[in-house]
Nanobody, 117 residues
Framework: QVQLVESGGGLVQAGDSLRLSCAAS????????IGWFRQAPGKEREFVAT????????YYANSVEGRFTISKDNAKNTVYLQMNSLEPEDTGIYYC??????????WGQGTQVTVSS
């Protein structure tokens, strides 16, 4: 069983930065893809960023490319999402997930990010 716990959300102003953390249990990084998703009010959950299983490549949604950076600390079993130049459109609940090429199997409880204009 994989457990994921997100933290680091909060209320910020447009242009500010936040860093989200996702602490994973077990040997998650060696067995699963790890990614970030978000869900804005009234909208479906959407992909934000992910590492490939090898950890050598990262992929981002077009809407966050150049502003967000995904990184990880293998020793701490933690994945981070550094979010810069935040916009009101980035408001939502941010989730980390673990999965394979067959799908995302495990989800954290989410952390709220609110960006005021």
């Amino acid at each position: 069983q994989v457990q994921l716990v997100e933290s680091g959300g909060g209320l910020v102003q447009a242009g500010d930065s936040l860093r989200l953390s996702c602490a994973a249990s077990g040997r998650t990084f060696s067995s699963y893809l790890i990614g970030w998703f978000r869900q804005a009010p009234g909208k479906e959950r959407e992909f934000v960023a992910t590492f490939t299983l090898s950890g050598e490549n990262a992929y981002y949604a077009n809407s966050v490319e150049g502003r967000f950076t995904i990184s990880k600390d293998n020793a701490k079993n933690t994945v981070y999402l550094q979010m810069n130049s935040l916009e009101p459109e980035d408001t939502g609940i941010y989730y980390c997930a673990a999965g394979t090429d067959r799908g995302w199997n495990y989800w954290g409880q989410g952390t709220q990010v609110t960006v005021s204009s």
